[in-house]
């Protein structure tokens, strides 16, 4: 059974850094994506970077350059990075991954994590 885990998240000020964490565990796959996804109040979910077992990675714009996307094999974890982080980062970032090929935001993720709150302050 695929069970992700989310932790790090928290309260940072406007240009801080925070890094969140995504254990995974059961997840045994030759193809797959990982990725982070948010949800602020009132607005749809989107997704912020991914990551496949290639190591290639791709990031929503508006992360790029201030986001990284990293994937830890040997500890089964996957990490993000967030510096210069601004107030419409604020939001519950969530860890997803999908079996196969597609690395896409819009591919549809198999199995998620509860979520973790990162607010970003002004």
């Known amino acids: 059974q695929v069970q992700l885990v989310e932790s790090g998240g928290g309260s940072v000020q406007s240009g801080g850094s925070l890094r969140v964490s995504c254990a995974a565990s059961?997840?045994?796959?030759?193809?797959?994506?990982m990725g982070w996804f948010r949800q602020a109040p009132g607005k749809e979910r989107e997704g912020v970077a991914a990551i496949d077992q290639d190591g290639s990675t791709r990031y929503a714009d508006s992360v790029k350059g201030r986001f990284t996307i990293s994937l830890d094999n040997a500890k089964n974890t996957l990490y993000l990075q967030m510096n210069s982080l601004k107030f419409e980062d604020t939001a519950m970032y969530y860890c997803?991954?999908?079996?196969?090929?597609?690395?896409?935001?819009?591919?549809?993720?198999?199995?998620w994590g509860q979520g973790t709150q990162v607010t970003v302050s002004s």
């Open positions: 997803a991954a999908r079996i196969g090929w597609l690395c896409d935001f819009r591919a549809i993720f198999n199995y």
């Open positions: 059961g997840f045994a796959y030759r193809q797959y994506c």
